[in-house]
């Protein structure tokens, strides 16, 4: 069982930048996909980004590609999302994910994890 703990939201200004980290502890592969999601007010759970652990291979969501950087630290067993330029709309609470099949990191947006976090609050104002 893998437990997942997001920090490092806040308030920021449309054009700031945050960075968003997410603790894992537990058991867990060396190679696996971890991913951030995010949900706005009745929206659905959008995937933003995901990594291999492994090899650091990464896969973007539309909303996230050019402005976001996802990265891991395995020594830390941290993941991180760099977020930048920040616009109103990027306004959820996200979350980081963890535990899927193997093999399948590039279909993240399916939302087929196993493992979820509890969720940091982002807000973004003009």
């Known amino acids: 069982q893998v437990q997942l703990v997001e920090s490092g939201g806040g308030s920021v200004q449309a054009g700031g930048s945050l960075r968003l980290s997410c603790a894992r502890s537990?058991?867990?592969?060396?190679?696996?996909?971890m991913a951030w999601f995010r949900q706005a007010p009745g929206k659905e759970r959008e995937g933003v980004a995901a990594?291999?652990?492994?090899?650091?291979?990464?896969y973007y969501g539309d909303s996230a590609k050019g402005r976001f950087t996802i990265s891991r630290d395995n020594a830390k067993k941290m993941v991180y999302l760099e977020m930048k330029p920040l616009k109103v709309e990027d306004t959820a609470m996200y979350f980081c994910a963890a535990e899927r099949p193997p093999g399948t990191c590039s279909s993240f947006e399916d939302r087929n994890f196993r493992s979820w976090g509890r969720g940091t609050q982002v807000t973004v104002s003009s």
């Open positions: 990594i291999l652990t492994s090899d650091g291979i990464t």
């Open positions: 537990g058991s867990f592969f060396s190679s696996s996909c």
